[in-house]
């Protein structure tokens, strides 16, 4: 991206492919309207699989409207329309370098900060319902085998990331309430992974790699310690799993599963 001297980027996953017409419509919006951030919707598709069981990835709230990124996220969040992959959106270049707003390469989810922090900082985003990303779906996939150590390493990035952002910035309340929400998610998606990251230890008691799954967790509570000092308001098993990752974690999975209950309670 520093390379770059176009006034738009968009990216592509080596796995997927745009409808053949969206980077002239893309950037056309883009120029007409004079925004920052385009986000779109994309059609998922399987290649090797029988069927998909992530997001729709779907648009069809506050399409065509030209909001600041706080508004406008806070809306695709409340309707569940909110995906962190970075190739559903087109970007004004000018913008994510005068914020120097990057990926956390080399982990898992390098996407997931920059995508929430290019979102919820800009002035004029608008939201489209047109498919023009076909997301692919196959068996193999980085995206369907996902470590859980290095998962939940990533989703500890991108606390990390979102931490020093808070920081550096004055943020509005609804921003702030955005940030807190955002590190909340990451939080309770390392607790998800731990239970995989106790058995994968399991499976390696006589190994050295041990230490690396343990290193997760330390690091991991170190880091929702962090979490607790800056942003307030964080729920109870955060801040007792910043002193006890475990306890923290045992918390986490009963309020997961009193969740689960009452979602089936009122289907």
């Known amino acids: 991206m520093g390379e770059a001297t176009w006034k738009h980027i968009i990216f592509l996953d080596s796995d997927d492919y745009w409808k053949l017409t969206a980077l002239e419509e893309l950037v056309e919006e883009a120029e007409k309207k004079n ?23 779907s648009h069809t709230v506050q399409n065509n409207l030209v909001k600041n990124g706080a508004e406008s996220l806070y809306f695709s969040k409340s309707h569940g329309e909110y995906y962190a992959q970075a190739c559903l959106r087109l970007y004004r270049l000018d913008y994510l370098r ?23 900082h800009a002035d004029r985003v608008e939201c489209l319902g047109e498919r023009y990303y076909y997301r692919r779906y196959r068996p193999g996939s980085i995206m369907m085998n996902k470590d859980p150590v290095q998962s939940a390493h990533g989703y500890r990035v991108a606390i990390d990331t ?9 943020l509005s309340s609804l921003e702030n309430k955005l940030y807190r929400g955002q590190i909340i998610g990451y939080i309770s998606a390392i607790f998800a992974r731990n239970e995989e990251m106790i058995e994968k230890k399991s499976s390696l008691a006589t190994s050295s790699n041990t230490s690396h799954v343990n290193s997760i967790a330390y690091d991991s509570q170190e880091t929702i310690r962090r979490a607790c000092r800056i942003s307030k ?23 997961a599963s009193l969740g689960r209950l009452k979602r089936l309670r009122h289907r």
């Open 35 to 57: 925004l920052q951030v385009i986000v779109f919707a994309a059609q998922p598709f399987c290649d090797g699989i029988e069927k998909h069981k992530g997001p729709s990835y």
């Open 98 to 120: 005068d914020n120097g707003f990057r990926f956390d390469e080399g982990i898992i989810h390098e996407d997931e900060s920059f995508s929430f922090l290019a979102y919820v």
């Open 162 to 170: 979102l931490l020093h952002y808070m920081q550096d910035r004055r």
């Open 233 to 255: 308001r964080l729920p109870l098993y955060c801040k007792i799993g910043a002193y006890n990752f475990e306890a923290g974690y045992s918390l986490w999975k009963i309020r």
